[in-house]
Structure formats: C-alpha cells, structure tokens
C-alpha cells in the first residue's frame, strides 16, 4: 500500500568481518538482517517459491530451505534460480548435498561439522563453497556438538557449544576460508545468552547469526526470542537472526521486524501505540484498536500510530506519534506529532485515521 524503508538506529553493534549471502551483506556494519526457513517440500519447487514469496511481502531478507535428500536437489535448482530471495542450502549428514547444493545455485550453505561426519567431509563442503564464492554458515546446536567436546562434564552446556563453534572455526580457517556465519543455539534463553556473549568475546570479528531454537509456538516462541535475541542486539551482539517459531514462517518474519522496531533499530511497518485503557476510557477500545491493527498490516510505512482512550493517554502521552487519535465521548480527535487535526464522529473514527495516513504517508 505504501513504500517500505527502514530507520537505522543507534544501538552500538560489534563490528564483525562483512559476508555476503548474495545481496545481502551480514556483518561488517550492516543492518541486522532477517532470516526464516521454508516449511515446504523442496522437491515442490512451486510451493517453495510461493511461500518464498510471502516471506519476501513480509520482509524477510534471506530465506533458508532443507534439501533432505538428494531427491531435493532439482527442485533447489529450480528454486535459487527464482527465488527473490537469496537461498540457503540447509544439510545434515550428507556433505554430498551440499557439495551439490553450492554447485546448483545456493547463496550459502549451513552445515553443523558436528553432523557431517569426518574432517574429510566437512573440508569438501569448504571447497564446494570456496569454489562457488559463497558463505557458510557453521551452525552449532546443543543436539549435535563436536565429539570432543560433548561428553565432558567439566563443562556447562554453553561452554561446550563455545568449545564446539570455536573449534569449527580454527578450523575452516585454517583451511584459509573466512566467509563464516556462526550460530550457536540453544531452546532456553540463558544458555542463549551466556553462549552468544561468550562467543562475542572470543570471536569478535565473525558475524553471528543469533536465535533461540526450538523456541515453541507463536506466543511462546515470540516470548523467548523476544527475550534472548533482543537483550543480545541491545548489547551489540549479532548480524542476522532468525526467530524460530512453530507457526508460518510469515509469523517469524514479521515478529523479527517487530523486535527489531521496539529497539528502534529498524523500522519496515507501522508501530502501533495503543493504551490499555482504564474507567475513564467512554469507547470500546479494544475492537478498535484490534480494527487499526489489522488495517496496518497493509500499510508499508515505518511510522508510529497512536490509538488513545481518553485525555490522560492522548495527544500528552502520544506526542511523539506520527499520527493518532485520542478519543472521548461519541467522539475523536485526531493528532500529528501532538497538534491537533480535527474532531470526527466515533463511527469514523477509525476510516478517518486512515484517510489521513493515506494523505500524508502515501
């Protein structure tokens, strides 16, 4: 409906050695970028594509999908050839997919070391990616840690993830490759924590790619993510994330650029600035503020809308909004940047908030 762009905050980042996942350039002081993962078949190149698509309305930057199989492999063709996304070749077990993967038109690939096998193999996926010029990312994960790492009991969990990732690391540079994205995940929010910080600390220059795993259904994956992935970026900490959560990957997109707005880092789509109401408020305010949250949804602007219940919350406590209403019996006035607009009749209220949204942010 309307222009997307972002605002750029001002939170202090670490800054990591820039890689490009295609177009996207993830570290070296780049915009925190968002990631999700495909829930289609692979081998079902159009439905991957039409949800790449929905991911791509919803402002997710890079997309991610499982190649299981080497079943899988010509639908990834297929896919990377047009997607609007940059795509990331997910493999477990099997470097002979990713070796593929990389050949077929991957712009990165995420392996876990810990899974596929002997250095042998782990080596072939650097070549196959050194090769085709494109990233890895070394994906670390409590369920699958470097052996030497994961049974000792000397060690907390986030101690081993560390341990694993940093080892990895040693080692594809040693290989003389350097264009590494590194996560290392966790289902909790403290290992999260401790393990990011710590990785920070020891490898300051690579980008991170940051996330609670495992993280639960929509609100409470949100709750997590929210939690984990947002005290890390207020800190500094990461370059990309994704926010994994057992729900459409639309939901993961959309969630990461909420987050991404409440710490005024960067902004796609409108904030809403709604009051919890109160006995002074004389509307129904929760329909209407549930009725001017779903028309938002359309509106590709990165501005503040204030929806207010009474005196108290209104153009006072909202003057910072770009625009919004503040409400009183049988009636609304209408704000921009505090100052009033007009007064309009309750039953318009909410069609006259957008005829100014479309007036002024079109």
């Given amino acids: 409906m309307f222009e997307s762009s972002d605002a750029q905050a001002a939170v ?39 949800q790449i698509g929905r991911l791509a309305d919803a402002g997710c930057e890079i997309v991610r999908v499982a190649i ?95 341990a694993s990732a940093s080892s990895f690391v040693a080692h594809f540079r040693d290989r003389g490759f350097e264009d590494i994205v590194l996560s290392a995940k966790a289902h909790d929010v403290p ?10 600390r020891e490898l ?44 459409d990957p639309v939901e993961e997109a959309k969630v990461a650029w909420d987050l991404l707005s409440a710490l005024g880092m960067r902004r796609l789509t409108p904030e809403l600035v709604s009051c919890p109401t109160c006995g002074r408020c004389q509307v129904d305010m929760i329909p209407i503020a549930e009725e001017v949250a779903r028309r938002l949804q359309e509106v590709r602007a ?18 910072d909004a770009d625009i919004g209403m503040a409400s009183g019996r049988g009636q609304a006035m209408l704000f921009a940047k505090g100052e009033p607009i007009r007064k309009v009749p309750e039953d318009r209220m909410v069609d006259e908030l957008f005829d100014e949204i479309r007036a002024r942010f079109s």
């Fill in 204 to 247: 300051p220059e690579v980008p991170l790619h940051v996330g609670v795993t495992e993280a639960g259904t929509l609100r409470q994956g949100t709750v997590k993510n929210a939690c984990g992935v947002g005290i890390l970026l207020e800190q500094g900490i990461g370059d990309t994330m994704r926010l994994s959560l057992t729900a």
């Fill in 191 to 200: 290992t999260t924590l401790a393990t990011y910080r710590a990785l920070s």
């Fill in 12 to 50: 202090p980042r670490n800054l990591t050695r820039p890689v490009r996942v295609g177009s996207v350039q993830v570290g070296g002081g780049a915009p925190v970028s968002v990631q999700s993962m495909c829930t289609t078949k692979t081998d079902d190149p159009a439905s991957t594509l039409k």
């Fill in 68 to 162: 299981p199989t080497a079943a899988a492999l010509d639908g990834f063709q297929e896919v990377c050839a047009s997607s609007p996304l940059p795509v990331v070749a997910d493999i477990h077990f099997d470097h002979r997919l990713a070796v593929e993967a990389a050949r077929r038109g991957a712009a990165g690939m995420r392996i876990n070391p810990g899974n596929i096998g002997d250095w042998d193999r782990v080596d072939a996926c650097i070549d196959a990616a050194g090769e085709a010029g494109i990233p890895i990312r070394i994906g670390v994960n409590a369920g699958s840690l470097d052996a030497q790492f994961a049974e000792r009991q000397d060690l907390t969990l986030p101690q081993k993830l560390v």
């Fill in 302 to 319: 990165p501005i503040s809308v204030a929806v207010m219940g009474c005196a108290v919350n209104g153009p006072g406590e909202a003057r």
